[in-house]
């Protein structure tokens, strides 16, 4: 494993492999004993979009093994006035010795793992966030001990959250089920790779995605990008919401997670969100562990 650009390039080893290494470094860090892994190591951390947890967990993980991170905002660097990512991956690369970046397209990742020669790892963009599903598969783990015989279901819009959890749900024998409006089903390709590789099912049904689910999942209906959309989506996703009544056909230990940030009375109920405070906020604080497995795992 050279970079981190998309759950689809990872086999189910590495996966599991940083989920375990994830758990040791969790382990080491809540007992006094985690060692500078990454002494002298420095990380470029590209934002062109906002972020809370993200950029804290990436800049507080990178310090505590040992090494120093570099918060770029888009907004100051050339490449948000046209410098081309080839040459901002070419000279980053003589500087630094791991990038992570947070933008809209996919291929600017990918180009710039092509054109650099160190380690890119994907903080979002509008097609993946593949250290979010580390996390939450750590916090799944956690919770169930085990992958084996899950049903992870997803409501709401096939973006970027769905897409991934999709890939991660199926590389560790979890089903997937997801409850979409028409015209926001995630993205083709990994639909038809998710049926041919494990058992996915998509449907307009809420009710018939969460029934017997032991994971349901939510994100906002509107992502970073899309807010000149906020007004029709929310009448295309009036219905797609965490709710008692609709959690009422899931299992009655389900787990309820949510990436962050909540828009509550929207994907969410107010009541649903407080219930599973303590599920989505460990998720929240495994994105640390988590991306410090992949740092290490690339880097070290
Ligand atoms: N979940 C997530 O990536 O949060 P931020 O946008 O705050 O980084
Ligand atoms: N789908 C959301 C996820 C935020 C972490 C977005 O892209 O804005």
Redesign the pocket.
């Known amino acids: 494993m050279r970079h981190l650009l998309k759950l689809q390039d990872l086999t189910r080893e590495e996966i599991l492999s940083i989920l375990n290494l994830a758990d040791q470094l969790k382990f080491e860090r809540n007992n006094g004993i985690q060692k500078d892994y990454l002494k002298g190591k420095k990380m470029g951390l590209i934002f062109q ?1 906002a ?1 809370t ?2 950029r804290v967990s990436f800049e507080v993980g990178i310090y505590e093994l040992g090494g120093y991170g570099l918060f770029l905002s888009s907004n100051d660097l050339q490449i948000g006035r046209g410098e081309p990512v080839q040459d901002t991956a070419r000279v980053l690369s003589r500087y630094l010795d791991g990038i992570m970046i947070r933008t809209f397209e996919q291929k600017e990742v990918e180009d710039l793992a092509k054109y650099g020669s160190i380690p890119v790892i994907n903080g ?1 963009t ?1 097609y993946a ?1 593949p250290c ?1 599903v580390l996390a939450d598969l750590m916090t799944i783990r956690e919770y169930k001990g085990s992958f084996k015989g899950l049903k992870m279901a997803f409501v709401g ?1 096939g ?3 769905a897409n991934s959890l999709m890939v991660g749900a199926i590389k560790t024998g979890m089903s997937f089920a997801i409850a979409c409006p028409k015209g926001y089903e995630p993205d083709a390709e990994l639909m038809k790779w998710a049926k041919e590789n494990g058992e996915f099912t998509i449907t307009t049904d809420v009710k018939e995605a969460l029934k017997d689910a032991d994971v349901v999942y939510t ?2 209906w ?5 807010e000149g959309e906020k007004s029709k989506r929310e009448k295309a996703f009036a219905s797609y919401q965490v709710n008692k009544d609709n959690l009422s056909v899931a299992k009655t230990d389900v787990m309820c997670l949510h ?3 909540a828009h509550r009375g929207e994907e969410i109920t107010e009541e649903v969100f407080e219930e599973h405070a303590k599920e989505i906020f460990d998720e929240a604080e495994n994105r640390l562990h988590a991306q410090k497995a992949v740092m290490v795992k690339l880097l070290k």
Request: with cysteine; charged share 25%.
């Open positions: 979009k972020s947890r993200t979002l509008d966030h979010q819009d973006n970027n959250m994100d906002v509107a992502s970073m990008g899309q990436c962050l940030p």
